[in-house]
């Protein structure tokens, strides 16, 4: 047995690789570092955002200025136009109604079961973007109860939405009616409309 035991070369400093294997180590732990170092950079800039505002767009409150020499015009406090009249002035403010409302539809005779409405409202005034704010609660819960009434086939055309739209204004008019005495919403616009 004396013989076989010389016969093994057990050299272990002779069959590790020479370098590479720590240094393999270190880039791989140095890029994965890198990566969820810009990855949690990002996040935040996303989370956070910047100092700037963004630009406005009709799904956010939005105002614009009139014109040199134009006149606003005049309406009385708290007065809001006919349903039909959803032309701007000066002063028409915008807002959207966040999060997106998700609902189970009334299965008719439709596949679609869910439905998801992003949608915006327009007001006479900028102070009027308060009072929708302060009374969100009673207008998502109206809008979800309309909302989760309705047959995706009924809104597959535009004037199908259209119809909604306008019945969209009437209940948000009508809450807003019943809280505050004046119904101050212009329109509704819908942002997007989603069946699955």
């Known amino acids: 047995m004396a013989k076989v035991d010389e016969d093994l070369d057990l ?5 590790k690789p020479k370098g590479g294997g720590k240094m393999k180590t270190i880039i791989i732990f140095s890029l994965i570092g890198i990566l969820v ?3 949690s950079i990002t996040l935040t800039l996303l989370l956070v955002g910047g100092k700037e505002p963004a630009p ?3 799904g956010q409150a939005a105002t614009s200025a009139a014109p040199a020499g134009q006149e606003k015009p005049k309406t009385p406090e708290g007065e809001a136009p006919p349903v039909g ?6 002063d028409t403010a915008y807002m959207s109604l966040n999060p997106a409302f998700v ?3 009334d299965n008719g005779e439709s596949d679609i079961r869910y439905l998801q409405i992003s949608a915006s409202v327009q007001v006479a005034k900028e102070s009027h973007l308060e009072v929708v704010k302060k009374h969100m609660p009673i207008i998502r819960h109206n809008l979800n109860l309309l909302f989760g009434s309705l047959d995706f086939n009924d ?4 004037e199908g939405k259209e119809k ?3 019945e969209a204004l009437k209940v948000i008019r009508d809450a807003l009616q019943k809280a505050t005495g004046t119904p101050i919403v212009q329109a509704v616009f819908f942002n997007s409309i989603v069946g699955q």
Do not use: Y
């Not at 050299?11 to 069959?15: L, N, S």
């Not at 009249?85 to 000066?90: A, E, F, P």
């Open 11 to 15: 050299d272990v400093e002779a069959a």
């Open 37 to 39: 170092i810009g990855f």
């Open 56 to 58: 406005a767009t009709p």
């Open 85 to 90: 009249d959803v032309k701007g002035t000066s």
């Open 103 to 105: 609902v189970n539809l």
């Open 155 to 158: 809104i597959r055309s535009s």
């Open 164 to 166: 909604l739209s306008q």
